[in-house]
């Protein structure tokens, strides 16, 4: 799980601006990656998925980037809330038939009234 | 609604029990998993199951062991219980279905507290 890290532990913003929480990884096999949102009390929950073939995805509020060249991934949160406060982790998977991700370390969002 | 569900939201055992902690998926995933959550460590994966009664081992599996009599149902045993097992368990599924789709649905953890 060592290859997954995180830039920065913890993240504050105030409510309705932008938020971006980074992912760096070192597997250059792994194909495919997810986000994870887990709140206080509660398991991981999937926010948004990509694969190596794609550069960025975009779902409800959220958008994946992933720059394979410097091994880089990213979560963007579109006018926080403070509902979106909750760590946040991203996973890695290796490709070759393995269904078994790695994750990092996680991203604690604060999100400011 | 998917559901993966853990037996005991919270737990607390004596050093050297023996100390079951049980999960039960209602989405017919042939693949199923236990981590364990300790802070600024993230979750690492102590076993995991990709079919009834098989099992592989994890990066942690020391002092932990697993059963999977069922499809539906994946239990984590420790066999006696340390202080430096206290921990958050969150066990997980996932379908295989081929390709990269396989992203993993979450029980809500049982916090295991070892005294």
């Known amino acids: 799980g060592e290859s997954v890290g995180l830039h920065l532990p913890t993240l504050s913003v105030q409510e309705g601006d932008n938020s971006i929480i980074n992912c760096a990884y070192s597997?250059?096999?792994?194909?495919?990656f997810i986000w994870y949102k887990q709140e206080s009390g509660k398991g991981p929950q999937f926010i948004i998925d990509?694969?190596?073939?794609?550069d960025k995805r975009q779902g409800q509020r959220v958008t994946v980037l992933l720059n394979k060249t410097v091994k880089h991934l990213s979560l963007q949160i579109a006018a926080t809330q403070p509902g979106d406060s909750a760590v946040y982790f991203c996973a890695e998977r290796v490709g070759g038939g393995s269904y078994i991700p790695t994750f990092g370390r996680g991203t604690s969002l604060i999100v400011h009234p | 609604d998917v559901k993966v569900t853990q037996s005991s939201r919270y737990l607390v055992k004596r050093t050297g029990e023996k100390v079951f902690l049980e999960c039960v998926q209602d989405?017919?995933?042939?693949?199923m998993f236990w981590y364990r959550q300790d802070p600024g460590l993230g979750l690492r994966l102590i076993y995991f199951?990709?079919?009834?009664?098989?099992?592989e081992k994890g990066d942690i599996p020391e002092g932990y062991s697993v059963s999977r009599e069922k499809k539906e149902r994946f239990s984590l045993i420790l066999e006696s219980a340390s202080t430096n097992q206290t921990s958050m368990y969150l066990c997980?599924?996932?379908?295989?279905?081929?390709?990269?789709?396989?992203?993993?649905?979450f029980g809500s953890g049982t916090q295991l507290s070892v005294l």
């Open positions: 989405m017919d995933h042939e693949n």
């Open positions: 199951s990709y079919d009834v009664k098989m099992k």
């Open positions: 997980a599924s996932s379908t295989r279905t081929g390709g990269n789709n396989e992203k993993l649905f």
């Open positions: 597997n250059s096999a792994s194909d495919y």
């Open positions: 990509i694969r190596s073939n794609m």
